[in-house]
């Protein structure tokens, strides 16, 4: 089934992640499949979030993170769980917004022009299955706002899915 996706014209960030995670709900229902869903959430965040230059999910697999579903420039393939702000944010399980990627310890630079970034983990049942990681060209691209609807964007994504 196709999706016909709408620009999002919005006054505020709560405003653009309301209507985000509404058509996120549409282009993923009656589908079921994990990669598939990834890979539709990717394509729909660069589509419709501005200022972006990667968008995509690294997965956790054999203790480590791999690259997963992504749009965007050719990326890092793997990321050891606790180094760099995806893994990080894996360590953790918490949502981590750098402002400044060139001020994060261990920074792990895939595209010299991402300037800042976002990484949400993908947890269900308890269990961490990877993460949602956004790049941006620009310097404090993301803030709370941004990890609130990102997070709502991944219970969605959870939900509409047969995760692994």
């Known amino acids: 089934m196709s999706h016909a996706v709408a620009a999002i014209q919005a006054s505020s960030k709560s405003e653009?992640?309301?209507a985000f995670n509404r058509q996120l709900e549409a282009v993923l229902h009656g589908e079921r499949d994990w990669v598939c869903n990834l890979a539709q959430m990717s394509a729909l965040l660069m589509q419709t979030l501005p200022d972006l230059n990667w968008a995509g999910f690294y997965l956790l697999k054999d203790g480590g993170l791999v690259l997963g579903p992504f749009q965007g420039k050719?990326?890092?393939?793997?990321?050891?769980?606790?180094?760099?702000?995806?893994?990080?944010?894996?360590?953790?399980?918490?949502?981590?917004?750098?402002?400044?990627?060139?001020?994060?310890?261990?920074?792990?630079?895939?595209?010299?022009?991402?300037n800042s970034e976002v990484v949400v983990p993908?947890?269900?049942?308890?269990?961490?299955?990877?993460?949602?990681?956004?790049?941006?060209?620009?310097?404090?691209?993301?803030?709370?706002?941004?990890?609130?609807?990102?997070?709502?964007?991944?219970?969605?994504?959870?939900?509409?899915s047969d995760a692994p």
Not at 83 to 92: E, I, L, S
Not at 137 to 148: E, G, H, K, T
């Open 16 to 18: 653009f992640y309301a």
């Open 74 to 114: 050719v990326a890092c393939v793997r990321i050891a769980v606790g180094k760099g702000v995806c893994g990080t944010a894996a360590a953790q399980r918490e949502t981590v917004v750098v402002p400044n990627v060139h001020d994060f310890p261990g920074h792990i630079a895939c595209d010299s022009a991402s």
């Open 122 to 160: 993908l947890l269900h049942d308890g269990r961490l299955l990877g993460v949602l990681d956004l790049d941006s060209p620009q310097l404090n691209r993301f803030d709370a706002d941004d990890a609130r609807g990102l997070e709502r964007a991944v219970k969605i994504l959870l939900t509409a």
